[in-house]
């Protein structure tokens, strides 16, 4: 079984990557510089993976704002707490905006349709957006990789395929588990302050 599950990742794990960073990316950014870290595939295929997704991705959520800005899609986002608050800051700091919004975990969607929905143009997100991308697939990629470090020091240099296999498992169960926790703080806090 966890040959199975190693051969998927060896095969398919660039592509998980790429699909994760397409959305909230983080941990799977991480674990893919965790396993180029191991042997798994390169840094630099994990890395472009990560770049591109994360790139993507964001333009992705930038053209539903400016394009489909009535669509169902982003009439539900409207709903959502962080929406207003998203709105507040793009208006007030567009650039920084699209350069620091990829960091807010659980806000990142929200923050490419609210960038789509200002007075943001498309050349300039485009050149914010790969700057930002890139200093992004760096850092999660990085991180992932001095994890890979760590675990080699906690375990040995030589680690077997079902330790890496597991080690990176669980490392994303702890990293989902925060990324969670965070949003469900944050979302109570920007409930708490839009009803005072």
């Known amino acids: 079984m966890i040959d199975a599950i190693h051969y998927l990742i060896e095969r398919f794990g660039l592509i998980a990557v790429f699909l994760g960073c397409i959305a909230e990316g983080e941990s799977t950014a991480i674990l893919g510089g965790f396993f180029a870290h191991q042997g798994v595939f390169e840094v630099e295929q994990a890395f472009a993976a990560a770049f591109v997704g994360s790139f993507l991705g964001d333009t992705l ?116 588990g925060a990324g969670s926790y965070a949003i469900h703080r944050f979302s109570v806090h920007l409930q708490t302050q839009t009803e005072s």
């Open 61 to 176: 959520f930038f053209l539903a704002g400016k394009h489909f800005s009535g669509s169902s899609f982003v009439r539900k986002l409207h709903q959502k707490p962080a929406f207003a608050y998203a709105c507040r800051m793009v208006q007030a700091h567009p650039a920084p905006y699209v350069l620091l919004n990829r960091y807010v975990y659980g806000f990142r969607l929200i923050g490419g349709v609210v960038a789509g929905l200002s007075d943001i143009g498309l050349p300039k997100f485009l050149v914010l957006n790969a700057l930002a991308a890139l200093v992004w697939a760096l850092l999660f990629i990085g991180i992932g990789y001095v994890f890979g470090l760590g675990a080699e020091h906690l375990i040995g240099a030589e680690l077997a395929k079902h330790e890496r296999l597991l080690f990176g498992l669980g490392l994303g169960v702890i990293i989902a």
